[in-house]
Structure formats: structure tokens, C-alpha cells
């Protein structure tokens, strides 16, 4: 069973970092891209951040992108989302997602079959 156990949330101030990790276990971490997304309250589940199986190919929502670095470890079966230059707005439970088959990397939530617990970041103006 694939399982996903993201930790590295908490608070902080506005124009302060904090690096995000999943963990994830259950089957060949390197076989399959990952993702990042991320719930407000009040707002729909928004796609941040996406990388390919190999780790050459990134994907960044335009309200990250120059802010945020995605990277894979596939010796650690770890991803990372490297959050720089934070903002208030950036405030939600961050999600890594997986999907069932390979090959497959994108933006829409509906792709991934394999959700994290989450974890909450919090931005202070």
C-alpha cells in the first residue's frame, strides 16, 4: 500500500522559508512522478508543484514559480518543496500526491490516486 507522510510545516514570518518533504513508502518511489498541492480555507484544493519520475522535468503553479524548488531523492524515497520568500497567501495544508500509473504528471488533482495527511503552513504578515 503506498503511502505518503509529509512533515516540515509551521509557522513563519512573511519573507521567511520553510522546506516541505514527503516520505514515501509502498513501492518504486523513482517509477512515479510526484506532486504539491495545497488548500486554503474557503478555496479549492490548488496545484503548487510537480516533478517528474526522474526528477529532469519541473512543473510550477505561476504563484510559486521563482519562489519555489521541487526536488526528489529517489534513494531516500523522499520529495521536497524548497519554499523561499513566503507570503501570507501561501498560508494552507500542503499535500504531496502521487498517481497510480506512470508516466503520468500533471496539474489537475483528479490525476493523483495517492494523497498525504498534510501539512499546515502558516504565514505571518
Known amino acids: 500500500q503506498v503511502q505518503l507522510v509529509e512533515s516540515g510545516g509551521g509557522l513563519v514570518q512573511a519573507g521567511g522559508s520553510l522546506r516541505l518533504s514527503c516520505a514515501a513508502s509502498g513501492r518504486t518511489f523513482s517509477s512515479y512522478s510526484m506532486g504539491w498541492f495545497r488548500h486554503a480555507p474557503g478555496k479549492e484544493r490548488e496545484f503548487v508543484s510537480a516533478?517528474?519520475?526522474?526528477?529532469?522535468?519541473?512543473y510550477y503553479a505561476d504563484s510559486v514559480k521563482g519562489r519555489f524548488n521541487i526536488s526528489r531523492d529517489n534513494a531516500k524515497n523522499t520529495v521536497y518543496l524548497q519554499m523561499n520568500s513566503l507570503k501570507p497567501e501561501d498560508t494552507a495544508v500542503y499535500y504531496c500526491?502521487?498517481?497510480?500509473?506512470?508516466?503520468?504528471?500533471?496539474?489537475?488533482?483528479?490525476?493523483?490516486?495517492?494523497w498525504g495527511q498534510g501539512t499546515q503552513v502558516t504565514v505571518s504578515s
Open positions: 516533478i517528474s519520475r526522474t526528477g529532469l522535468n519541473t
Open positions: 500526491a502521487t498517481p497510480r500509473s506512470t508516466g503520468v504528471v500533471s496539474y489537475r488533482p483528479q490525476a493523483y490516486t495517492y
